[in-house]
């Protein structure tokens, strides 16, 4: 089946630093989504991304929709506390309602 | 609130006891979704409902795993004869019929521990 890999799976950085992730697959897709989940919640959808090329931006979130439409990127620009979470990118299996989700991005920011 | 609501929020059992989990959507949210996720890994999809109808359902459905929407509002997932591995979060979520795929809402989920 679809399987999404994302990187790094988890990272540290220092409050203000800008970071970086991805989220690759061998198949293409159409929509790519971006989740934030904090502890003991259910994730949060941040940015949705529907046409390859796509590049959309949520306050110091940006993200992409990469061109070959097998990966997407998400940048957070000057991290702050809050930022702490698991980052997930989803995507939509073709003819079906279902989402699948990579494994995640840990992020750890210390103050 | 108007968010999604699951209930209860914690359960404990003992291995091959029945639990029942509940989920109230976003109330003008006619779509329904059930997804478990294990520690370490994303969300995984179980099913999901359109109105009572039940559409899609995943092969992790084993027939221990039922889910119910009976008047396309509020939806039930029971577990019968629980296992260790059942232990999970089990996430319920909701979205409109016209949302662009994705925009699902979740809720903040009930995590199961099977001693």
């Known amino acids: 089946g679809q399987q999404l890999n994302q990187s790094p799976q988890s990272m540290f950085i220092q409050e203000g630093e800008d970071v970086s992730m991805n989220c690759t697959s061998s198949?293409?897709?159409?929509?790519w989504l971006w989740y934030k989940q904090d502890p003991g919640e259910g994730p949060v959808l941040l940015i949705a991304?529907?046409?390859?090329?796509e590049l959309t931006s949520n306050g110091r979130l940006t993200a992409q929709f990469g061109i070959t439409r097998k990966d997407s990127f998400l940048n957070i620009s000057a991290s702050i506390p809050s930022d702490v979470g698991i980052y997930f990118c989803?995507?939509?299996?073709?003819?079906?309602?279902?989402?699948?989700f990579g494994q995640g991005t840990r992020l750890t920011i210390n103050p | 609130d108007t968010g999604v609501s699951q209930d209860p929020r914690h359960k404990i059992t003992k291995r091959g006891q029945n639990v029942t989990f509940r989920c109230d959507p976003i109330s003008e949210h006619n779509r329904l979704y059930w997804y478990r996720q294990t520690l370490g890994q994303g969300p995984e999809f179980l099913t999901y409902f359109q109105n009572e109808a039940q559409l899609e359902k995943s092969r992790l459905l084993s027939d221990r795993f039922s889910a119910e929407r009976p008047k396309g509002s509020f939806s039930t997932l029971e577990i019968q004869r629980t296992e260790q591995g059942d232990s999970a979060m089990y996430l319920c979520a909701s979205s409109w019929t016209s949302a662009n795929t994705g925009e699902l809402f979740f809720g903040e989920g009930s995590r199961l521990t099977v001693l």
């Open positions: 198949s293409i897709f159409n929509t």
């Open positions: 991304l529907y046409k390859a090329g």
């Open positions: 989803a995507t939509r299996v073709q003819g079906a309602q279902k989402l699948v």
